[in-house]
């Protein structure tokens, strides 16, 4: 469900409240009524009305008549005109011509089928707005994964490279054995004496 606090900011008027449905719009009438959220008892009955067919303004009317009622008359724009006009559909006589006219509250039966049939796809279109934000948020943290692991994966490999570097360039190892180049003592035939006494040595290896 959509959260009051990612919507309940951009509600400035009754025709931003009447784009909203079923559970969202019970949610947001609340807060415009009586700034606060619904009760599970208060859902499940407005709920239950809305699905029927009922208007979402006689939900607003009936809100209105809580205890509790505090309406946001200077923040939601039309609010105060709407629930008159409501009212006065309920008149006997003055408004029998709005409950026979206005789709939104008027009593004919066709009116609450359409009402009904109006709030369930109002319902479908919520849910998929919500499924299409999850799924959007999930690629985004997929994405935020894939990049991980492609950093982490270039990190290794460069740090297999290196070693594998260091493993092939020949080393110097202090302590290394001794492999002279006199094998033995016939090998001092092709020694030149005369030389210098460090070329010498080299020679010999010793």
């Known amino acids: 469900m959509v959260a009051y606090d990612q919507i309940g900011g951009s509600i400035r008027s009754v025709v931003d409240l009447m784009e909203w449905f079923d559970r969202p719009f019970v949610e947001l009438a609340y807060r415009v009524m009586l700034k606060r959220p619904p009760d599970p ?7 239950k009305r809305l699905r029927a067919g009922h208007s979402r303004t006689a939900v ?20 105060e005109a709407t629930l008159t006009r409501f009212r006065k559909s309920r008149r006997f006589l003055t408004g029998a011509w709005l409950r026979w006219s206005d789709p ?13 049939r109006d709030n369930m796809l109002g319902h479908i279109r919520h849910d ?7 799924l ?10 894939a990049t991980t692991l492609l950093n982490q994966q270039n990190v ?3 740090s297999g490279l ?29 020694v030149d004496l005369s030389s210098s006494g460090r070329r010498t040595m080299n020679t010999l290896r010793i």
């Open 60 to 79: 607003l009317d009936q809100l209105w008549k809580s205890p509790e009622s505090d309406p946001l008359w200077d923040q939601v724009r039309d609010l």
């Open 104 to 116: 939104e509250i008027g009593t004919r039966a066709s009116f609450r089928r359409a009402r009904s």
């Open 41 to 47: 008892e208060g859902m499940r009955y407005y709920l």
């Open 162 to 190: 290196h070693a594998q570097g260091l493993a092939q360039a020949p080393a110097k190892v202090a302590g290394a054995p001794h492999n002279p180049r006199l094998r033995s003592v016939y090998d001092v035939r092709d």
């Open 128 to 134: 998929i707005r919500d499924a299409s934000n999850a």
């Open 136 to 145: 959007a948020a999930g690629q985004d943290s997929l994405r935020e994964l």
């Open 156 to 158: 290794l490999l460069a």
